[in-house]
Every structure is written in structure tokens, then in C-alpha cells.
């Protein structure tokens, strides 16, 4: 699968990242690591690999390009997913913000910010091929492969440890992405939620989004927010 020929190749053969004739490294993370995070892990099924994280695939100053690839499949009813994680504050105090595309396939973002009260509010995003989109400051997120096949997603983020415990200490994301729907996490009380197109999330932040891969090589300023959110300019 060629994901790109310019600015460099970029190609995925089976489960392996190939960047202009390299291999390229990868992390991985195993379905049994998921298993506190899971509406029903007593269904969680065989274990095995079930997502692959190839990190910093090209960099800017302290900005990296990734790719995800999560593989199909269903935990019970729940779609395959990532862990879940938040960022920490930046400089500014704001929360670092990123930003993601669906390269191959299909997906659902569960995104949410907490309140002093620990409550949450909640922004589901369903992306499909060639979308892009901000996750903004504050918001912890999980990523779900809603397709029948492996899900490729590119995210453009500042370097930092990302941070798990929240999403482990209330076995997982304040909503489950299901076959049937979305499903509240009962360890969760939910404020406000919405559903947000990919181009309705950018337009309330002010971005404007496209190939992030051709855009952070062309013209990686433009992504100077994602060290810096108070340089979002947000229309709320």
C-alpha cells in the first residue's frame, strides 16, 4: 500500500513502514494492554497486536509526523481502539492540541475535556478517507477503527509524555464506539456531548486543514499552534 510518493515514499507492506526504501521503527501495543479500557473485556478475544506506532516519520524543530495503524476488529461489540491518552499543559498552560488524518479507512474519535467537577464533556468525530482534524487543548482522546480493514492515521503533534491514567483509572473513554452506537462509559458524568464533522471541529478552532503530510514538509510554521496554543484563535 503506497500511502505516498512525494515529498518522500512512503509505503506500508503488511504491517511494516517503508519510508524511501527504509524500514522504518515501530512500537506496538497488545490487545491485553487494552484491557482495562474496554466496555467488555471479558470478550476481548485472542490477543495479539492491536495497533502499531510508527513515530517521528519526519520532524521540525520539536514537532513529529506519526502513523497509527489499528488493526479491524471487535472487542465484544466495541470497535478496535487506542489505549486513550491527554496531554499535558504547555508552556502557556493550555494544553498541548493535535491534529489527525485518516489516511486509509475509516474512524471514530472520542474526545473529551474535564471539568473542575470531574465531569466531561464529550465531541465525537467520524473521519473518513483524505479528513483531517484538530484535536483541541485539553481534550484526551481515543481513536477507533469503525472499518473492515487496517485503519492508517497520521497525526502531527509537539513532543511530550502523554498521559494514560485517567482513561485507566475509569476503564476507559466516557463513550464506547460500538456496532450498535455510541454506549456511555457509566463511570462518567457527561456535561454536554455533540457530534462534530472533521471540517465543523476545524472551523470552530479556526484551522483549516488538508494533507497534513504535504503541508507540515511545505510549510511546517503553519503548525507553530501545536507548541503554542495560545496561537489558536478559537470562534466559539
Known amino acids: 500500500m503506497i500511502l505516498y510518493e512525494k515529498p518522500f515514499r512512503l509505503e506500508l507492506l503488511g504491517r511494516t513502514l ?39 516519520v519526519h520532524q521540525w524543530e520539536n514537532l513529529r509526523y506519526d502513523i497509527t495503524l489499528i488493526e479491524p476488529r471487535f472487542y465484544g461489540d466495541e470497535y478496535a481502539k487506542t489505549l486513550g491518552h491527554y496531554h499535558p499543559p504547555s508552556k502557556a498552560s493550555q494544553a498541548y492540541p493535535e ?15 474535564k471539568h473542575k467537577d470531574e465531569s466531561v464533556d ?10 483531517s482534524f484538530i484535536v483541541p487543548p485539553g481534550y484526551g482522546h481515543v481513536s477507533y477503527n469503525t472499518g473492515d480493514s487496517p485503519l492508517v492515521l497520521a497525526n502531527i503533534v509537539a ?57 507540515f ?19 466559539l
Open 18 to 56: 517503508i519510508k524511501d526504501g527504509e524500514e522504518w521503527p515501530f512500537t506496538a501495543r497488545k490487545v491485553s494492554e487494552l484491557k482495562e479500557v474496554m466496555m467488555e473485556p471479558h470478550l476481548m478475544g485472542p490477543d495479539g497486536i492491536a495497533y502499531y506506532m510508527f513515530r517521528g
Open 122 to 131: 464529550c465531541i465525537m468525530v467520524e473521519a473518513n478517507e483524505k479528513e
Open 159 to 215: 513532543g511530550f509524555d502523554s498521559r494514560y491514567d485517567e482513561y485507566l483509572e475509569n476503564h476507559g473513554p466516557a463513550f464506547f464506539c460500538t456496532r450498535f452506537g455510541y454506549k456511555q462509559n457509566t463511570y462518567y458524568i457527561i456535561k454536554g456531548q455533540e457530534k462534530l464533522s472533521p471540517r465543523q471541529i476545524n472551523k470552530r478552532y479556526g484551522v483549516i486543514l488538508g494533507d497534513l503530510l504535504g503541508m
Open 99 to 113: 491534529v489527525y488524518q485518516v489516511l486509509k479507512g475509516k474512524a471514530s474519535f472520542v474526545l473529551q475535556r
Open 217 to 235: 514538509y511545505n510549510k511546517p510554521q503553519k503548525f507553530d499552534f501545536l507548541s503554542d496554543p495560545t496561537k489558536l484563535t478559537p470562534v
